[in-house]
């Protein structure tokens, strides 16, 4: 039995075993790793390697950073006068805060990051409208995860720069992409997107949290106030930390050092004591984003990636309607993303989108930007981004809830997106 075979039989039960919930999932992440590290599937240094991740250390100190603010009052001020504009309304709340997710996440592209510093507030918010957060955080994670970068702003403005680099790697220059390009693609998926979860996601959230949330919990309000130092340093430290994160390009500062100086600097000047920032961390959560990072890395050293991609590659050359073309290069990536890195579905994807439609005379502009848009809506499962994990955790969701909640999205955004992107940017 080659490595391959073996690699995807631990996936497959390390997925059941998630789907069964008898097993605490970070446990079962543990194992699967270990399962991995063992057949040979998996470099064990590799391995080691995932508990030094960038995106877990943003993660865990995101964790941190937002209980911090949770500890102040600023936070409850915010959330009071969201509701008082909204009046009260669930949906005029929802509206609010999908906007201002909606554009920061066009300056920070971090999906966990954007769900960290948004999600204390919403979490207020809920506590103002006597609702449970677990009816508003997954909504609130769906438009951090997928509407990032998807305007020439920040981030998004670099986008067509790296599709061209791709194109120009593989030979195919006959085509560019635009500046505006990725834009003109993802607009229609944003605006879905965000109707979507104004509208309707609530109505398919749970009423309370399935299993007991942590990490991001509200202050509770028999708790002590901060004394006027730690007050004002608790909401100095987040917003600093903010603007910090999206001036990050300019800053030439990496994103994990960022938010772990915040987390640092929260504990530093008291506004949460060692214990307490320890305390907000979801560690189950953090082994279940390592064991999912060695999920993904395995399934890269043994191959299982390319051997999709190059059947899929094989498969398109065999049929010439675009439309169902697109749908095979947004499903399949998608559907990889949610047990791999985005970055490396993307790696491995685009070059084989390019080389197909280089092979078959055709426009590959509009198939990269359909992959790309398909790796960056990875929300199905805990394995697909660090903000999946960290919503969980808050909301109280296990991977039924989650899956209950992301069908519906999931295929609105494969619909738009392949019915849109294929039509504006023709291959033929």
Known sequence: MNSLVICLIICLLTMASYVWGKIPMGLTAMLSMAAFVLTGCLDPNTALGYFGNSN?????????????FNRTQFVKKCAASVNKIAKGSLMMVMLGYVLITALLAQFIQSSVIVFGIMAPMMIASCEELKISPSKTLFPLAIVSISTISALPLGSGATQFAELNGYLEAN??????VALTDPMKARLPMLIVVMIYCIFFATKLAPDA?????????????????????????????????????????????????????GALLMILFGVLSEREAIASINWPMAFLFVGALSMGGALTETGAGEV????????????????????????????????????????????????????????PVGIIILVQAACLSSFMTPMATPAVPMCMASGGYNLASLMKQSLIPAAILCIVSVGWIMTVFPMY
């Open 56 to 68: 877990g250390v943003m993660m865990l100190s995101m964790f941190v950073v937002a209980a911090g």
């Open 308 to 363: 999709v991609g190059n059947v899929l590659a094989n498969f398109a050359n065999t049929i010439s309607n675009p439309y169902i073309i697109g749908f095979v290069f947004f499903i399949v990536p998608f559907l990889l993303t949610q047990v791999m890195m985005n970055r490396t579905v993307m790696i491995i994807f685009i070059p084989i989108a390019i080389l197909a439609c280089k092979a078959m005379g055709a426009n």
């Open 171 to 176: 030979a195919y220059t006959d085509f560019t």
């Open 209 to 261: 949290p399935v299993v007991k949330a942590s990490g991001l919990e509200a202050r509770k309000d028999n708790q002590k106030p901060l004394p006027a130092f730690q007050e004002r340093a608790g909401y100095i430290i987040f917003i600093l930390t903010t603007v910090a994160l999206i001036f990050q390009p300019q800053l030439k500062i990496a994103t994990w050092v960022i938010c772990l100086t």
